[in-house]
């Protein structure tokens, strides 16, 4: 684990155990990324703790071994943490979490991202944790609900919201901060001025 005693995580105003959240698309992984830089903190990518070989999900076939991951990989004083699996953070780290970030992005916007981001992967075969490659023409078939990316986008859009909101309201996440981004100019301004009180 990298050291905790440099000053830019202890002053940072959002601290320095963070999860951003959003829906499939709303770039994630890439703010996280950013803020684990700025912070010099860990990166944690939960789709990486919870996928496995064949597109198995920990998170449906063995719980408590993603449980004991997601626990590991944020035993220290300083990460962030790209993903949701709500049911599984809100155990692991939530009790001692000082920011949780919300992307909540335009519904268009994630269609397209996704679309785009499908094609490219598919296209070149991208590898996806591990050995999990990504097809392009199933997101498009909405009709087949859980299949079709396009189709959980849809649908998550309005949960999401909504379980964020109770989350706020929740007095047991009463010492959480909450940050909600609606667009990729707030998302950019945002790590912005992470990097900037950091001076990276």
Not at 14 to 19: L, N, V
Not at 33 to 55: I, M, S, T
Not at 82 to 105: E, H, S
């Amino acid at each position: 684990m990298k050291s905790t005693s440099i000053k830019c995580p202890s002053r940072a105003p959002i601290g320095r155990r963070i999860q951003v959240m959003g829906n499939s698309n709303t770039g994630k992984s890439t703010l996280a990324r950013r803020l684990a830089k700025a912070l010099d903190a860990e990166f944690v990518e939960l789709d990486a703790l919870n996928w496995l070989p064949d597109w198995v999900g920990l998170n449906e076939t063995n719980p408590d071994e993603l449980l004991r991951r997601i626990e590991q990989a944020t035993y220290g004083d300083a990460w962030v943490v790209a993903g949701n699996y709500k049911r599984f953070t809100q155990q692991a780290f939530w009790p001692r979490i000082d920011t949780v970030i919300w992307l909540d992005l335009p519904l268009p916007q994630l269609i397209w991202r996704a679309l785009r981001r499908s094609w490219q992967r598919a296209r070149t075969r991208e590898l996806l944790w591990g050995t999990n490659v990504e097809r392009f023409w199933p997101q498009l078939a909405f009709w087949r609900k859980e299949d079709s990316l396009v189709y959980w986008i849809l649908i998550n859009q309005r949960r999401w919201r909504k379980s964020m909101r109770a989350a706020t309201k929740d007095p047991r996440w009463a010492h959480i901060r909450f940050v909600t981004l609606s667009s990729a100019r707030e998302v950019d301004r945002f790590a912005a001025g992470v990097e900037a009180e950091c001076g990276r």
